[in-house]
């Protein structure tokens, strides 16, 4: 089913951290605003000199990730941080807080082109167990927030439900779910789902509500592509290389590579969002994929194309 929708080809792209402020009280998030470390926030030039040494990997597609903290991270410093990586990165993408389809617009009219965002767990009471305080406790401003950016004008949307929190059974069936309703509300915009999976972090102190076995991750993985053959799937470095190099048959268009879950990359005992488990970097994932057979694929879309 993959072969037929996308063949051999695995989009790579790179993550980075702009800020790590944030005023949520997330109980599974390093960055929550309950832990005390020192935040960091980059202003535009450092933003600049982080993507030229990213864009020397080769790869063309970025995602900008921040924590939820307006005052520090606002949707005009996000936007103006679009503009600056997309001097290096024809295609950007955000993984940030939920915003109003005004706001969506202005990222769009930026350069965004891809937006990810998880609403954590379907459960609804979980989901308010798990963020007691703070702008992301709104559990239905989240959940419709992949709609509003598909309306702003977003080429991708990517859901999913960060596996572990909630029953994982429930969690996949309703991202699935929620992906399908958006790609039959919205034919225009690839609609995407991502599969993370709980991962360590700081404040950890083996807080995981359900563990999500290997088993049940490819038995997901498969459902997943079974249900929606036309979305593309992304497996992040939370999980392990030997895994992610033995589930690429099973559905993965989109994997991340050269991750840092820092803000920036230079800094010393700078404090993670989670730990990652795969630290290669590109050109390593990139040889992997093409004795594996796979085309790895760092362009494959330029938005100035597609500009009016």
């Known amino acids: 089913v993959t072969l037929r929708q996308f063949g051999r080809s695995i989009q790579l792209f790179t993550p980075l951290y702009i800020s790590n402020f944030c005023t949520n009280h997330c109980t599974y998030c390093s960055f929550a605003a309950t832990h005390s470390f020192k935040r960091d926030h980059l202003d535009m030039a450092q933003i600049e000199d982080e993507a030229k040494r990213l864009a020397t990997t080769g790869l063309r597609q970025i995602l900008l990730l921040t924590g939820d903290a307006r005052r520090k991270a606002s949707p005009e410093y996000i936007a103006e941080a679009v503009r600056v990586v997309s001097r290096y990165f024809p295609s950007v993408g955000l993984e940030v807080y939920a915003m109003t389809t005004d706001e969506y617009r202005q990222m769009a009219d930026a350069g965004a082109d891809l937006l990810t965002i998880y609403q954590e767990t379907y459960d609804k009471e979980l989901y308010h ?40 059974h429930l969690d996949t069936f309703r991202a699935a779910t929620h992906a399908h309703q958006l ?17 360590e972090f700081s404040g950890d102190q083996g807080f995981t509500v359900h563990p999500v076995s290997d088993r049940f991750f490819v038995q997901a993985l498969t459902a997943l592509r079974l249900f929606l053959p036309r979305s593309g799937i992304t497996i992040s470095t939370r999980e392990s290389a030997i895994f992610r190099r033995q589930i690429l048959p ?12 820092a803000v920036g990359h230079d800094h010393e005992n700078a404090i993670g969002q989670f730990e990652i488990d795969d630290p290669r970097s590109v050109a390593e994932v990139s040889q992997e994929l093409a004795e594996a057979g796979y085309q790895p694929v760092y362009h494959d879309w330029n938005q100035k194309y597609f500009t009016a």
């Not at 790609?183 to 991962?199: L, N």
């Not at 099973?250 to 879950?261: E, F, I, N």
């Open 129 to 168: 167990n798990l963020h007691p305080k703070g702008p992301k406790s709104d559990y239905a401003f989240r959940l419709d927030a992949p709609a509003r950016a598909c309306e702003a004008g977003f080429r991708q949307v990517a859901v999913g439900a960060l596996l572990g929190l909630g029953e994982p």
């Open 250 to 261: 099973l559905g993965v268009t989109r994997m991340s590579a050269g991750v840092s879950t």
């Open 183 to 199: 790609q039959a509300r919205y034919p225009e915009v690839e609609i995407a789902i991502s599969m993370p999976r709980m991962r």
